[in-house]
């Protein structure tokens, strides 16, 4: 299985690769499960930088979807937690174990043109993607600089993670162009609703009272 060759629908603008895994879940895209089977991840692993274009993915099967949906829930609790001011428990334990391994060697070789590329010392191996991404949370939560910046999408229908590097973090959305657009959107929406709709302190002309015809002929 050759991979990336298509990143499909996949969004990358969380900031950082552990937050983009979350992103993949049911209840963060507003849509569906997004890691769905083995071409599916093999599509994000490439897409996401884990590995680099063109590296060779044949060992990607329903395993390895299985584990990365697994730490996907975990980072997803673990992070809940952390914004919520709560303990994270196993979450925290699970993401550790997986950090605790080794992540995929790189080295550089010639491509086409004679630049030099990334690619992987040895064949990419399920454990070592499983710690690179959980070495990119501990990383994230444990610099107090990213720390700070990490927020949860205010949109509706949206709990996406991102990293609120704006200038003075007012951010409210995972995406400006995205849930951004949608709020103003229906806000807009609502208010035109809001100013069709009768004045119910206007004054109605009571039709039991007669109406005295004052005109002078």
């Given amino acids: 299985m050759a991979a990336g060759k298509s990143s499909c629908d996949w969004r990358f603008d969380s900031g950082r ?3 983009d895994l979350v992103a993949t879940g049911i209840g963060t895209t507003g849509a569906c499960e997004l890691l769905d089977g083995a071409e599916r991840l093999a599509d994000w692993l490439v897409a ?3 590995v680099p274009g063109g590296t060779r993915l044949d060992a990607v099967d329903e395993s390895w ?5 697994q730490l996907r829930t975990g980072v ?3 992070l809940t937690a952390e914004l919520g001011g709560r303990g994270a428990g196993s979450a925290l334990e699970r993401v550790n174990a ?3 391994g080794a992540p995929p060697g790189l080295r550089a070789v010639r491509g086409r043109g004679g630049k030099l590329v990334r690619a992987l010392s040895a064949d990419p191996e399920c454990g ?4 690179a991404v959980a070495r990119d949370v501990v990383e994230l939560l444990t610099d107090p600089v990213a720390r700070a910046g990490l927020r949860r999408c205010e949109a509706d229908n949206c709990r996406r993670f991102y990293l609120d590097t704006s200038r003075g973090r007012r951010r409210r959305w995972c995406s400006s162009e995205v849930c951004g657009n ?6 807009h929406r609502r208010r035109t609703a809001g100013a069709a709709m009768p004045d119910a302190t206007a004054t109605v002309p009571d039709a039991t009272v007669p109406v005295v015809d004052t005109t002078v002929p």
Avoid: N, Q
């Fill in 48 to 50: 996401a930088r884990l």
């Fill in 76 to 78: 997803d609790r673990l």
């Fill in 128 to 131: 070592a993607l499983l710690a």
């Fill in 65 to 69: 979807v299985v584990r990365f949906r």
């Fill in 98 to 100: 997986l950090a605790a």
């Fill in 17 to 19: 690769p552990c937050l």
């Fill in 182 to 187: 949608r709020e103003r959107v229906a806000r």
